[in-house]
């Protein structure tokens, strides 16, 4: 089946107060990948990462070796690493944690990641960093703004239009306006497409919209401190056709307050705090891109998620060769369910009452160490524990067209999770660094793993048992000049991996189960390493962003090796 795509991106950059095109287009790409291999157009790295910029956080992760995408729609993307999905890839947004709603999935947190709206996209691989929640056994994704005092003085903006067949089209708006003291940012972005038609020509059920706005403002009384409230707004809209219901409305709501301090002299160095509130609030449905029955009692429904938390960690300089992290964070989600008629027909969904199937708690305290053995060898550690807590509200569970009394009915489980890793990394000369670490990490069951799902003997899988991961990463990066490049593998056993499978017979009713197992993965990826965008050049950045190589990239205390990368 042969896709024909045609594509015509232009970004311009407008800087300086003048509003006119000031940075003489710095990038515009005309492309026509039919041979739709990604990896082949990121030889040059000073280009985009694949020719049609991505609408979701998916869609450009796929790029990276060792990911792959299960699609859900238009709208996003399940994004699996190294064989792994879900909550075994820890997805941050600025910081913040967000879960979807739907039972089925059509909103992984890649549903409300815009990447037009940020600046940096940085992959953790592995269990091999304890600072970003629990339970990262795949790996960890951070999708960054960055703020430099130095450059939101004025007024700057950023503008890109993106052109498609298939009626594609995307629109990004990024302005910031400031003073020394003070900053505003505002990105608005939109995506859009029309079914696209398969080598037959063909349409298929497909098209989608999605847009996002977001607003942040600053306070930066000197060039270490940082105090910014940001707010979050989008939504989107996406036609299945590999289900019964489209997705009609994908809307995130979304607060956040952050402050940051660094250079503050004595052992302690820095500290950041944040808290967040993130509301999602997902409509399926058989009417509003398809024909089905409004008045049906199962034409819509509508889940919704409530995630609040917050985290603080602080930095210690032990010596100018040891560095110490020391955090705590804590998560709190709800999630409920509702459905019924459309708006307008007798058993509206909108009028009903939600109700509570599901709530989880998390607290967590960690604390990783980087040491300095010599100018060319380094060994970093972390330890975690997470206090979690997971409550079951059913009382009733539908199975086929009936309902059954809920085994687990207001069951609460109550565990103590620990994770940890060490890895040692070596420069062995100036182009070419090795490393070798091993983790382990426990990780809780999610939403999708215990609540829509039965187990093999009862209906309910509420009592699934946790997962335990214990893995061992190796790899080498190079870089001279602009080329680089990078190989790393993995050997990982799994006891009780949380095993979902469907079409499991129990009596005459075939079944969705999850189920303990133990597993072994393995596996190898070649690559270039990751790159951070900073002041409008991409910069290589060392294997787990340990150490930025050039000045210019600013991490705000992301790069362990700060003192290198702020001198
Ligand atoms: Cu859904």
């Not at 999708?143 to 700057?156: K, L, N």
């Not at 594609?168 to 400031?178: F, H, I, K």
């Not at 990105?187 to 999605?210: M, W």
Request: proline content about 4%; aromatic content about 8%; some cysteine.
């Amino acid at each position: 089946m042969k896709l024909k795509m045609i594509v015509v991106s232009v970004t311009l950059a407008l800087g300086n107060s003048v509003w006119a095109v000031e940075q003489a287009l710095d990038e515009v790409v005309v492309t026509a990948p039919q041979s739709s291999a990604p990896l082949t157009v990121q030889t040059d790295p000073r280009k985009p990462r694949q020719p049609v910029p991505a609408h979701d956080g998916a869609d450009y992760l796929k790029t990276i070796p060792g990911f792959s995408v299960i699609r859900k729609g238009g709208t996003d993307g399940d994004p699996v690493l190294r064989g792994m999905a879900g909550s075994r890839l820890n997805i941050l947004l600025d910081g913040e944690q967000i879960f979807g709603g739907c039972g089925g999935r059509m909103d992984p947190p890649t549903a409300y990641v815009f990447p037009g709206s940020y600046d940096r996209i940085t992959v953790l691989k592995g269990p091999q960093t304890v600072l970003y929640g629990a339970g990262n056994s795949a790996g960890t994704v951070l999708f960054e703004r960055s703020m430099d005092r130095d450059a939101q003085v004025g007024t700057h903006g950023q503008a890109s239009l993106l052109l498609g067949s298939f009626g594609r089209n995307d629109e990004v708006l990024s302005a910031t306006t400031g003073s020394e003291d003070y900053y505003a940012r505002a990105d608005a972005t939109r995506s859009h497409a029309n079914d696209y038609q398969d080598g037959s020509g063909v349409a298929v059920h497909s098209s989608y919209t999605r847009w996002s706005g977001n607003m942040a403002l600053g306070w930066t009384p000197d060039s270490d401190t940082r105090t910014e409230v940001t707010l979050a707004k989008s939504d989107g809209q996406a036609a299945y056709a590999d289900r019964s219901v489209d997705g009609s409305k994908f809307a995130r709501d979304n607060f956040g307050v952050k402050l940051e301090k660094r250079n503050l002299g004595g052992t302690l160095e820095a500290i950041e705090a944040q808290a967040y509130y993130n509301y999602v609030d997902h409509v399926m449905d058989v009417y509003t891109l398809r024909s089905g029955d409004p008045s049906s009692m199962m034409a819509a429904m509508n889940p919704d998620r409530k995630t609040t938390g917050g985290r603080a960690v602080g930095t210690l300089q032990l010596s100018d060769d040891s560095q110490l992290k020391l955090g705590l964070d804590a998560q709190n989600n709800v999630h409920t369910n509702r459905s019924g008629a459309a708006p307008g027909y007798m058993g509206d969904y909108t009028l009903k009452a939600r109700s509570k199937d599901a709530e989880f708690k998390n607290v967590g305290v960690f604390g990783e160490w980087n040491q300095e053995v010599s100018d060319t060898r380094r060994v970093i550690a972390g330890l975690r524990a997470d206090s979690w807590q997971a409550t079951d509200f059913r009382t009733m569970i539908m199975r086929g067209m009936s309902m059954v009394m809920n085994p687990t009915a207001n069951q609460t489980r109550k565990e103590t999770h620990s994770s940890g890793f060490v890895r040692y990394e070596q420069d062995s000369s100036a182009t070419h660094t090795w490393y070798v670490g091993a983790g382990r990490t426990s990780r809780a069951p999610d939403y999708w793993e215990l609540f829509n799902k039965e187990s093999l003997t009862t209906a309910s899988a509420f009592n699934t048992r946790s997962e335990k991961t214990s893995q061992l990463d190796v790899g080498m990066n190079y870089r001279a000049g602009d080329l680089s490049g990078s190989v790393s593998a993995f050997y990982s056993r799994i006891s009780d991996y949380n095993l979902i499978q469907s079409n499991v017979m129990k009596g005459m009713t075939a079944v969705t189960v999850t189920r303990n197992v133990d597993a072994t993965t393995y596996g190898a990826e070649a690559g270039r390493p990751m790159r951070c965008w900073t002041t409008g050049r991409w910069t290589a950045v060392w294997p787990m962003c340990t150490a930025a190589t050039t000045p210019t990239a600013r991490h705000w205390g992301r790069c362990r090796h700060w003192k290198h990368v702020s001198a």
